[in-house]
């Protein structure tokens, strides 16, 4: 758990669970792209990837930036909000950056199949609720289609204004519907990032392709348009899975970008 501030909204970074990854898994052209980058990998050639909540704070408004990997790894998110004081039933919005298994599985209470989030309206991407409910994948089976049974379920599309300081921005190409979240309060600039970069390593060299993104080019250029953006605005940035807790900046280096942890 980690708390940032952009202008009057508070950025709070939750940390469901760490997992290593192969870098070569990873990253299906990696193995001499990667080289010179072994200082972010570990001794055996891995990238930590975090798995990461953000909630969004301001006002009387609390929203919850996707849900996690949940029971089957372990994941913390339940003890993550504990910490952060923050109540099931205070958050008002529950938002997917996208469909995976990775970032809705806290969804539900799996004892008795109500929302985890008793008071949320939970606001999917349409274009990814299109795919995953005709792909009938098992997250999407267990964790998704039931909010839609239980009314508490919202489709979303484009810009959509969640707060006067946040709304939702397109980055497709992870998924079809991959969607992130700008902040923009009191002249400072935040961004939910959701899998539009996975970690350092992309970070640094965002041409890469990547094994996890549906439309590989698409997802390169979103990636490449959405650094080189935020580098540009200094936006305080939110990302899933890089090494957690997953808050930082875009910034210059040399010809090219890195990531720039929060300290
Ligand atoms: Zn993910």
């Not at 930036?65 to 958050?91: N, Y």
């Not at 979240?181 to 009191?186: F, R, Y």
């Not at 979103?222 to 940035?237: C, H, P, W």
Request: proline share 5%; net charge negative.
């Amino acid at each position: 758990m980690k708390r940032a501030r952009v202008g009057n909204v508070e950025v709070v970074a939750l940390v469901d669970c760490v997992e290593a990854y192969d870098a070569n898994m990873v990253y299906p052209d990696a193995a001499e792209a990667i080289a010179p980058l072994r200082g972010y990998l570990d001794s055996e050639g891995r990238v930590a990837l975090n798995f990461a909540s953000f909630l969004l704070r301001e006002g009387t408004r609390t929203i919850l930036v996707d849900t996690g990997w949940g029971p089957e790894h372990h994941g913390l998110l339940p003890d993550e909000l504990r910490e952060a004081g923050v109540g099931l039933d205070e958050i008002d919005t529950v938002i997917f950056t996208h469909l995976h298994g990775d970032h809705t599985a806290w969804n539900l209470d799996r004892a008795n199949g109500t929302p985890m989030f008793p008071r949320a309206r939970y606001l999917v991407p349409r274009a990814d609720w299109d795919h995953y409910s005709a792909e009938a994948s098992a997250s999407f089976v267990r964790d998704v289609a039931p909010l839609e049974r239980l009314g508490v379920l919202d489709l979303i599309e484009g810009e959509r204004v969640l707060t006067p300081s946040m709304t939702t921005l397109p980055t497709p190409g992870h998924t079809p519907g991959h969607t992130s979240v700008v902040i923009t309060s009191a002249g400072e600039r935040g961004f939910i990032l959701g899998d539009v970069v996975f970690s350092e390593v992309d970070a640094a060299l965002p041409d890469l392709l990547s094994t996890f993104d549906g439309d590989r080019e698409l997802a390169r250029r979103t990636r490449k348009a959405i650094v080189q953006r935020l580098v540009e605005d200094g936006s305080l940035v939110g990302a899933s899975h890089i090494r957690a807790p997953g808050l930082g900046r875009f910034v210059r280096d040399g010809a090219g970008t890195r990531w720039d942890a929060l300290a």
